[in-house]
């Protein structure tokens, strides 16, 4: 029988700080022989199925100013709908995907980059499908917990149009701030974090 553990309680939240890059892309700042490579840097291969696509943006306090250290790591499908998890239980995802992706902002100009696919339509829940979307999680100095957020592609219309989570938002005006504009070789998403265009954050 299952007996509650009263003893391992959640350690309290602490903000990011000023070093979460030292910790998770060192090679990004050119401290070389921690890894290889930065864990989550490297989402595809030659082999890797689907529509290649480039997620850049911003992360935008409430005065308008892009951050310059933000780190963000984004989940998603393949481009058949599958995760790359244990999880997973309706099929083999693609092999040759990561399906997770870490990202710093550049230090001068405050944009990041996801070199990606675009994913497939999974189901919600109740078997519903969602629209084609990413996940997101934000953590920058200042930050107590990170934030979490979706991405969707504001050229899949009608795919958003049925999926069960956008059309749980009450204040409709607000959808826009979960949609990514095309660019010549992807997708323009920009967070923002307070003011008149904050982007949604979900409570998960």
């Not at 070199?115 to 107590?144: C, E, L, S």
């Not at 958003?160 to 959808?175: F, K, S, T, W, Y």
């Amino acid at each position: 029988m299952v007996q509650p553990l009263n003893r391992l309680k959640e350690s309290p939240s602490q903000t990011a700080g000023p070093y979460v890059h030292i910790g998770c892309v060192p090679n990004f700042l050119g401290i070389e022989g921690v890894f290889d490579s930065d864990l989550g840097k490297t989402m595809v291969n030659d082999e890797t199925r689907g529509q290649r696509i480039a997620i850049t943006g911003r992360v935008i306090d409430g005065t308008g100013t892009p951050l310059k250290d933000a780190l963000l790591e984004i989940w998603q499908a393949d481009s058949n709908g599958l995760y790359n998890s244990p999880s997973e239980t309706r099929g083999g995802a693609d092999p040759n995907f990561a399906g997770w992706g870490r990202q710093p902002t550049d230090l001068k100009s405050g944009v990041f980059r996801f070199d990606t696919i675009k994913p497939g339509r999974v189901p919600f829940t109740d078997g519903r499908m969602q629209a084609p979307h990413v996940n997101f999680w934000i953590v920058a100095r200042g930050i107590n917990l990170g934030l979490n957020t979706r991405m969707y592609f504001a050229d899949e219309a009608e795919a958003n149009a049925e999926d069960p989570v956008l059309a749980r938002i009450e204040h409709r005006v607000r959808v826009q701030t979960l949609l990514a504009e095309p660019t010549d070789d992807g997708y323009r998403f920009d967070i923002h974090l307070q003011g008149d265009n904050e982007t949604i954050f979900f409570d998960i």
